[in-house]
């Protein structure tokens, strides 16, 4: 879960169904998350995250592997 109401810097993850959650700092600097882009068919623990530095226009794309955390069953 990523805040996407003010800009941040991290966002929340659980890899137990939402029963423990941890913090994952995903950038130094930051950003207004807009969209958090999956594949809709895919269980896959990569994800963008895309958003824009409140301080300009620039946009950013972030991406976001949880893939090595735990392993598949």
Request: charge should be neutral.
């Amino acid at each position: 879960m990523v805040n996407d109401e003010e800009p941040t810097d991290h966002l929340l993850f659980s890899t137990n169904e939402g029963l423990n959650w941890r913090e994952y700092k995903f950038s130094d600097e930051k950003i207004r998350v807009r969209f958090v882009v999956t594949v809709p068919s895919d269980t896959s623990r990569r994800f963008l995250l895309m958003g824009n530095y409140p301080r300009s226009s620039t946009s950013v794309a972030i991406h976001v592997d949880f893939s090595a955390l735990t392993s598949r069953k």
